[in-house]
C-alpha cells in the first residue's frame, strides 16, 4: 500500500483547500438576495469534505468539516446589524454545520474501512502468491529429483565397478613409475564423480528428518561455530543476535544446521566476491506462530533474475558450484513444513528461514 498522502500536499491543496477557499469567497460575494445561490453553495462545502475522507480517512474527513464549519459560521451567523450574511434560516444552517461534521466522520469511517480490507487483501494476494510459488517450485522438485535419482543412480553402478578395478590395478603400478602420476589423476576423478554422485543422490532423495523439539537458537549457534573458520580466512565478521527466551520448533537439528550452513557458504563467497572485509550476521526470533532463521550479509545485492532462481537446482552464481547447495536447503525447509526466501534487506542481503513454532 502507498503512503496516505499529506493533507499539505498539492493534491489536497487542489482537491480540498482550493474548493473549500473558492466556496467561502463566492458565500461572502453573493447578495443576499440570492438566496438560491446561497443555498448551493451552502451544499458545495460536502465535496471537498468526501474527497478528503476518501483521501486521508477519518482525520481528513474531520479536518475538512472542521474547516469548513469555522469558515461558513462568521457567515451564518453574524449578529452585526445590516452584516452581510446568509439568508438562510438559522436551523437550516445549524443543521448544514452539523451534517458536515457527520458527513466527514461517517465519509472518513468508510474509507478507513475500505483501505483497511484493501491492506488484508493485498497481504492475502501476497500469501498466496507465495504459496503458489512454493507448490510450483516442489512440483519442480519433486520431477526433477526423479530424474536426478535415475541418473546418478546408473551413474554410481560404473563407478562402483571402475573403483573396484582401480583398487585391483593400483598395487600394480610401480610408485615412482612415470605413469603412477596419471594413475593418481584418475582415481582422484573417480572420487571426485563418486561424491558428485552422492550429492546428487542427496538433493534428489533426501534422508527422512527426525523432527524433535529443539530451540532454534541453538541451530543458529552451530552454524556460526561450523563457518566461523571459514569467515574468518575470508575476512568476514560472524555476529550472533539471539533473544532472551527459547524459539522452540519440531525439527532435525543436523538437517537444519546443514540448511543454514549451506546459506552461510555462500554469503561468504558472494562477500569474498567484494574483496573487503564482511559482515555476516546469524539470528533467531519469534514472529508471530513462526520461528524464523535468519542470515544476513552485506555482500552484492540479488538481481529480480538471480532472486527467482535462487533456489532452483543446479543454479548457480558460481562458476565451480553444482547448484544444488541452496535447492537442498529448500528441500529440507519443505520437509520441516516451512519456507525460505531471500530479499535485498537487513545488511545488504537476507535470507530467512520460517519454520512452524511450538509453545514453550
Known amino acids: 500500500m502507498p503512503e496516505e498522502p499529506s493533507m499539505l500536499s498539492l493534491r489536497a491543496f487542489a482537491r480540498v483547500w482550493l474548493p473549500i477557499a473558492c466556496f467561502t469567497a463566492l458565500h461572502y460575494g453573493t447578495g443576499m438576495e440570492h438566496d438560491w445561490a446561497h443555498d448551493v453553495l451552502r451544499r458545495m462545502y460536502y465535496l471537498p469534505?468526501?474527497?478528503?475522507?476518501?483521501?486521508?480517512?477519518?482525520?481528513?474527513?474531520?479536518?475538512?468539516?472542521?474547516?469548513?464549519?469555522?469558515?461558513?459560521?462568521?457567515?451564518?451567523?453574524?449578529?452585526?446589524?445590516?452584516?452581510?450574511?446568509?439568508?438562510?434560516?438559522?436551523?437550516?444552517k445549524a443543521l448544514e454545520v452539523l451534517l458536515y461534521n457527520l458527513v466527514g466522520a461517517t465519509a472518513g469511517l468508510l474509507a478507513d474501512r475500505e483501505r483497511s480490507r484493501r491492506r488484508e487483501l493485498q497481504r492475502a494476494l501476497a500469501d498466496q502468491q507465495r504459496l503458489t510459488r512454493e507448490l510450483v517450485r516442489a512440483g519442480r522438485?519433486?520431477?526433477?529429483?526423479?530424474?536426478?535419482?535415475?541418473?546418478?543412480?546408473?551413474?554410481?553402478?560404473?563407478?562402483?565397478?571402475?573403483?573396484?578395478?582401480?583398487?585391483?590395478?593400483?598395487?600394480?603400478?610401480?610408485r615412482d613409475a612415470d605413469e603412477r602420476r596419471m594413475w593418481d589423476i584418475h582415481v582422484a576423478e573417480l572420487g571426485r564423480l563418486s561424491r558428485l554422485a552422492e550429492r546428487y543422490l542427496s538433493f534428489a532423495r533426501p534422508s527422512p528428518s527426525e523432527l524433535v523439539a529443539l530451540d532454534l537458537r541453538r541451530v543458529a549457534e552451530q552454524v556460526a561455530d561450523l563457518c566461523v573458520a571459514e569467515a574468518r580466512g575470508k575476512g568476514v565478521h560472524v555476529e550472533l543476535d539471539l533473544p532472551d527466551a527459547p524459539v522452540d520448533i519440531r525439527g532435525d537439528r543436523d538437517q537444519l544446521a546443514s540448511l543454514g550452513l549451506h546459506i552461510a557458504v555462500n554469503a561468504l563467497r558472494a562477500i569474498a566476491s567484494t574483496s573487503r572485509p564482511g559482515r555476516l550476521r546469524i539470528a533467531a526470533r519469534i514472529e508471530a506462530d513462526h520461528a524464523l532463521l535468519v542470515l544476513d550479509n552485506d555482500g552484492p545485492p540479488l538481481t529480480e533474475a538471480e532472486r527467482s532462481q535462487l533456489f532452483t537446482p543446479f543454479y548457480s552464481g558460481d562458476a565451480h558450484g553444482t547448484g544444488l547447495g541452496l535447492a537442498i536447503a529448500a528441500r529440507v525447509a519443505d520437509q520441516h513444513g516451512g519456507s525460505i526466501d531471500a530479499e535485498n534487506a537487513g545488511l545488504g542481503v537476507r535470507f530467512t528461514l520460517r519454520l512452524p513454532r511450538i509453545d514453550a
Open 141 to 174: 522438485l519433486s520431477a526433477l529429483g526423479e530424474v536426478v535419482a535415475g541418473l546418478a543412480h546408473e551413474i554410481k553402478n560404473p563407478l562402483h565397478a571402475l573403483a573396484g578395478t582401480a583398487e585391483v590395478v593400483d598395487p600394480l603400478i610401480p
Open 49 to 92: 469534505i468526501v474527497l478528503a475522507a476518501f483521501d486521508h480517512g477519518l482525520r481528513g474527513g474531520l479536518l475538512a468539516a472542521a474547516v469548513s464549519s469555522l469558515v461558513y459560521l462568521p457567515h451564518a451567523f453574524s449578529l452585526s446589524p445590516g452584516h452581510h450574511h446568509d439568508p438562510g434560516g438559522g436551523v437550516d
